[in-house]
């Protein structure tokens, strides 16, 4: 099959490494099952990383014109920066295992897509993970036989409801993004059941981070653009799901308890700012090299939980406790790349890349493990693709 870049633009036909990247979205349906983890290092890897790696290999290396040479430079400060730390600061290298696999999967949506086909074939399968991963957190629930006001956990057994928002949250952007760009009354269709299944997911799971994010999802695509079709697009959407939301009950008490919550100055919130200071004091000890992720959770887990190991609920304050001063800079540089990379027109639909990172970064006001989502990272592989596609000059990342 023809593997030149242009051809298949041009050609706008589905590839062979596109199909296997659709079908790669659909089996991320097996990381929310523990009994498909495989452990290694004392930790749980999900089964889709052993599917990266012959894809990495495959396509990615194949294609290494798609990345420049100050990406891999900066990526591979990174992971130097991350294992200095560890190796500081314990000797416990799960964190490296971790973000390795997660660059896999950033990797791989950087270069199977190679075609509007491609993306589209890609964002309606992971659709179809999000609709039935919700089906499935629905079922365990017993549909709604017992919810309670602080939300549902769609993801019991595998985490809380941020979980669910970090697996959900990237392909309803995506989705919502291209669903608002189509012309095609059709293609539109497929994209719907992830975005609504999604959306009403993210809603009912409590987590106020995810409602935020979804504010600024549709804040973005009605600010995006200003013709009838568009906005009358948009607002049938969003009118879909606050029907279904308003025409159940027990939602209504999600909300209040949650805004209620949120008003009356709660003990939750009180501790999620307690850790941030705690961790940030900690990180004077050592503030060039952090002290590492691995003796920061169990720092904070000795003060807090009188067990091994807890978490800190904010990315930014995790990242430069764990890997100090330095880490902060190197990441910051990956993130300016990225955004750089992107399309600079907001109201172009190739500045998806931009809108995700946002997105992404939004999300780790309330959790670090925005640093080790695999949908996450798949997705901003999609972006990066995204953006590539939409180029009228090739230019790699």
């Not at 499935?136 to 928002?165: C, E, P």
């Not at 190991?309 to 300016?336: C, K, P, Q, R, T």
Request: charged share 15%; glycine share 6%.
């Amino acid at each position: 099959m023809n593997d030149n870049l242009n051809s298949l633009k041009n050609e706008n036909r589905l590839s062979f490494s596109g199909i296997l990247l659709g079908f790669f979205n659909l089996l991320m349906i097996t990381s929310i099952i523990p009994s498909f983890r495989i452990h290694f290092l004392d930790y749980k890897v999900h089964l889709t990383v052993l599917f990266c790696v012959p894809l990495v290999l495959v396509f990615t290396l194949k294609r290494l014109r798609f990345f420049s040479k100050k990406f891999f430079l900066i990526v591979l400060l990174l992971f130097s920066t991350i294992f200095l730390s560890e190796w500081m600061n314990g000797h416990d290298f799960k964190v490296i295992v971790k973000f390795g696999s997660i660059f896999l999967y950033f990797l791989v949506g950087a270069s199977c897509c190679l075609s509007e086909k491609d993306y589209y074939f890609s964002v309606v399968m992971n659709g179809v993970f999000i609709s039935l991963m919700t089906f499935h957190g629905l079922y365990s629930q017993q549909m709604f036989s017992d919810v309670a006001a602080s939300g549902v956990t769609l993801l019991r057994g595998i985490g809380n409801k941020n979980a669910y928002s970090l697996y959900a949250l990237p392909g309803v952007v995506l989705a919502i993004n291209l669903y608002l760009k189509d012309k095609k009354k059709v293609n539109s269709f497929f994209l719907l059941p992830g975005i609504l299944f999604g959306s009403f997911g993210l809603i009912i799971s409590g987590s106020r981070a995810a409602w935020l994010c979804l504010l600024v999802v549709f804040a973005f695509a009605l600010k995006r653009e200003v013709n009838l079709k568009f906005i009358f697009k948009t607002i049938l959407l969003g009118g879909t799901i606050i029907f279904i939301v308003f025409r159940l009950s027990f939602i209504e008490r999600i909300f209040q308890n949650r805004i209620n919550q949120t008003l009356d100055n709660y003990n939750g919130d009180n501790v999620r700012v307690s850790l941030i200071e705690d961790s940030l004091n900690y990180w004077t000890e050592n503030p060039i090299l952090g002290v590492s992720y691995f003796q920061l959770q169990k720092y904070l887990g000795l003060r807090y939980t009188h067990f091994e190991n807890a978490n800190v609920h904010n990315f930014f304050a995790m990242f430069l406790s764990s890997y100090g001063i330095l880490g902060a800079v190197v990441f910051s540089f990956f993130l300016y790349f990225l955004f750089k990379y992107s399309d600079k027109n907001w109201k172009n639909s190739g500045n998806i890349l931009s809108f995700l990172l946002l997105i992404w970064l939004l999300k780790g006001v309330s959790t670090e493990e925005v640093l080790f989502s695999p949908t996450f990272f798949l997705a901003l592989g999609l972006g990066v693709s995204y953006v590539r596609l939409e180029q009228k000059k090739f230019k790699p990342l």
